[in-house]
């Protein structure tokens, strides 16, 4: 069974910056690794995955304005968000899934963190 547990989110104004984190309790042999948001009345959407061999991804809200990195040690997923936007406000979720594939779906994923929430004020 993999925890995850995320922190780092708040409030802050649109322009800022955040970063967030995710403590996992173990990684798999092979994994994909990911961040989703949902904003109230929306569905989940993928902000950034990144693999086994560490090749990253990002939807395409976000592109540009974000940075996914896993720190092996203390088995830590960040997600460094720049020029955030009102339309970031969200609650932010780490997840993990075991295997080699890594398409972004969110039903792929099997451990899911409580999630974190972000608001972004003008």
């Known amino acids: 069974q993999v925890r995850l547990m995320e922190s780092g989110g708040g409030s802050v104004l649109a322009g800022g910056s955040l970063r967030l984190s995710c403590a996992i309790s173990?990684?798999?042999?092979?994994?994909?690794l990911g961040w989703f948001r949902q904003a109230p009345g929306k569905g989940r959407e993928r902000v950034a995955t990144?693999?086994?061999?560490?090749?990253?991804t990002y939807g395409d809200s976000v592109k540009d304005r974000c940075t996914i990195s896993l720190v092996s040690g203390k088995i830590t997923l960040h997600l460094q968000m720049e020029s955030l936007k009102t339309e970031d406000t969200g609650m932010y979720f780490c997840a993990a899934r075991r295997g080699f594939q890594c398409s972004g779906e969110s039903s792929e994923f099997e451990y899911w963190g409580p999630g974190t929430q972000v608001t972004v004020s003008s």
């Open positions: 173990e990684l798999p042999g092979s994994y994909c």
């Open positions: 990144i693999d086994t061999w560490r090749r990253r």
